[in-house]
């Protein structure tokens, strides 16, 4: 796995995190997130960067993908801006286990 890591006043504000994916030549993006009061900066856009260019000068992955909360409007602006494409939805099914 590899970390961009944003720091500020002495403290981590904020983090994007890349997911090394088993027997292929993709990566999967984990959590990208800011503290609160750091947000409206780029800071998420700057991390997420970072760990694209990160992956491109590995030379031994193909893709990147990502993912994010249908109503995290900010987060789809920052993928589409950096060059991310929609793919077929899927969906999520939970079920309570009654003990």
Known sequence: DAFAIACADGRYVGQSQLLLMPETTELETGWTAVLPAYRQRGLATALKVATLVWAKGQGAYTAVRTWNNATNAKMI???????????????????TLEL
């Not at 602006?77 to 079920?95: A, D, H, K, T, Y």
């Open 77 to 95: 602006g920052i993928n589409q801006r950096l060059g991310f494409v929609p793919q077929p939805e899927w969906f999520w099914f939970e079920r």
